[in-house]
C-alpha cells in the first residue's frame, strides 16, 4: 500500500518550510472559521480548535517562533494567545507589514525564516514578504491563488495543526514518525 501524496512530496515546499523559524497566523478565517458571535449583552465569541493549540504548542517547544497578526481586536484572541504561550500578539493590525517588519526587528530572523497563514485580502501584503505562503480552501479566491500551497483544512478546523506538522516533518522535528 502506498502512501497518499502530501504537500511535502513538492520539493519546493519541503525546501521553503525547512527554512521556518516564524510562523505568523491571521486569526478569522484561519484559527477561527471567520464567523463572530455575538450575545444579546453585547459579548463577542469566538472558537478555537483544541487540536491548533497543542500543535502551536509543539511547534514553539521545537523553537520555532509563533506570532499572530490581525485587523481586528479582541479579548478572545489575547486570551487564547495567552494560555498558548504566543508571546508575539499583533491586535489591530491594519498595517500588517508594519508589524511584521517590528517583529522580524525583535527576533533577529529576515523574511526569508518566515511563513504566513492568512484566509484574505489583507494577508496578501504579507504573501509578499514572507518566504512561505498558505491559506486555506474557504479563503478568497485571490489569497488562495496567492499562496504557495492551499491547506486541506478549513479554516477555524485544524489549520495550525496542519501547517506546524508539515514545518516539522520537513524540519525532522516531528516527534511522531
Known amino acids: 500500500m502506498t502512501t497518499p501524496p502530501t504537500v511535502l512530496d513538492d520539493a519546493g515546499i519541503r525546501q521553503k518550510a525547512a527554512a521556518i523559524r516564524l510562523v505568523v497566523f491571521d486569526v478569522d478565517g484561519v484559527l477561527t472559521d471567520g464567523r463572530i458571535t455575538y450575545t444579546s449583552d453585547g459579548q463577542e465569541i469566538k472558537s478555537f480548535n483544541v487540536q491548533d493549540g497543542a500543535a502551536l504548542k509543539l511547534l514553539m517547544s521545537a523553537g520555532i517562533e509563533v506570532a499572530i ?3 481586528r481586536s479582541s479579548e478572545m484572541v489575547q486570551r487564547r494567545a495567552r494560555e498558548l504561550g504566543i508571546a508575539h500578539l499583533y491586535q489591530g493590525s491594519e498595517d500588517k507589514i508594519t508589524s511584521f517588519q517590528t517583529l522580524l526587528a525583535q527576533l533577529d530572523l529576515a523574511p526569508s525564516q518566515s511563513a504566513h497563514v492568512g484566509d ?4 496578501l501584503a504579507l504573501f509578499d514578504l514572507v518566504s512561505m505562503s498558505v491559506s486555506v480552501p474557504n479563503g478568497h479566491p ?10 486541506q483544512t478549513a479554516g477555524g478546523q485544524g489549520v495550525a495543526r496542519e501547517v506546524c506538522e508539515i514545518v516539522l516533518r520537513a524540519q525532522d522535528k516531528w516527534p511522531y514518525g
Open 142 to 151: 485571490v489569497v488562495r491563488e496567492a499562496a504557495d500551497w492551499v491547506t
Open 69 to 71: 497578526i490581525t485587523g
Open 120 to 123: 484574505d485580502l489583507p494577508d
